[in-house]
């Protein structure tokens, strides 16, 4: 069974459009977060939620809004998209919002925005 | 502010010598040091962590990390590398002034294992 899953695996879309990834873990955990991993494979953090509370807010222009409507999911919407948003887009949990969690990667959702 | 150095972003070697991908870190606090490994085209996986007591910790597929608070390091190593270990290596840190768990990434090393 998968751990923490993501879709769509790919996206291509077009500028100006509004897209959203879905995210699901079924490991029990309380924390999940979404990452950027741009083409430089460099990776960041964008968003935590711990039990649909947000507590990690990066600078991430408002067009990126998460939505966490249980402890299990964790969605990403991006409106009006940018050239410059193509990369590739993960979720994780961990169990708590500890810093000695270890947190567990969803595959990944690449987003091509053309 | 944290940070992670990963010094190389490629690292060579033959398969059955030993491998060793170097991570330094800047914290306040004191680290909690996590590394993971991305085949192509998919997600992370976690190799091992530390995060307290014992200096040399061991993780998954024969890695392990010697964590070296004075020289500021967490270097990974195998033993006898193989040709499957070719992948890209992250190292990634938080610390005990971090509230959330909010991870600071390397770079990343690419790591090339040749038969």
């Known amino acids: 069974d998968t751990a923490v899953s993501q879709t769509p695996k790919y996206l291509v879309t077009q500028m100006g459009n509004d897209k959203s990834i879905k995210c699901e873990q079924n490991?029990?955990?309380?924390?999940m977060y979404w990452y950027k991993q741009d083409s430089k494979k460099f990776l960041k953090i964008m968003f935590s939620?711990?039990?649909?509370?947000?507590?990690i807010n990066e600078t991430v222009p408002n067009r990126f809004s998460p939505k966490s409507p249980d402890k299990a999911h964790l969605n990403l919407h991006i409106n009006s998209l940018e050239l410059g948003d193509s990369a590739v887009y993960f979720c994780?949990?961990?169990?708590?919002?500890?810093?000695?969690?270890?947190?567990?990667f969803g595959p990944g959702t690449r987003l091509t925005v053309l | 502010a944290q940070s992670v150095a990963q010094p190389e972003d490629q690292v060579n070697v033959a398969e059955g010598n030993p491998l060793t991908v170097k991570c330094t870190y800047s914290?306040?606090?004191?680290?909690?040091l996590f590394w993971y490994v991305q085949y192509p085209n998919r997600g992370l996986q976690f190799l091992l962590k530390?995060?307290?007591?014992?200096?040399l910790v061991k993780g998954s597929y024969g890695f392990e990390a010697e964590f070296n608070k004075s020289q500021t390091s967490f270097h990974l190593k195998k033993p006898s590398a193989l040709v499957s270990d070719s992948a890209l290596y992250f190292c990634?840190?938080?610390?005990?002034?971090?509230?959330?768990?909010?991870?600071?990434f390397g770079a990343g090393t690419q790591v090339v294992v040749t038969p």
């Open positions: 914290v306040s606090g004191n680290p909690y």
């Open positions: 939620y711990n039990n649909k509370e947000l507590i």
């Open positions: 530390y995060i307290t007591g014992d200096n």
């Open positions: 994780a949990s961990s169990p708590r919002a500890q810093p000695t969690d270890t947190q567990y």
């Open positions: 490991l029990g955990h309380d924390t």
């Open positions: 990634a840190v938080t610390s005990t002034t971090d509230s959330w768990g909010k991870f600071q």
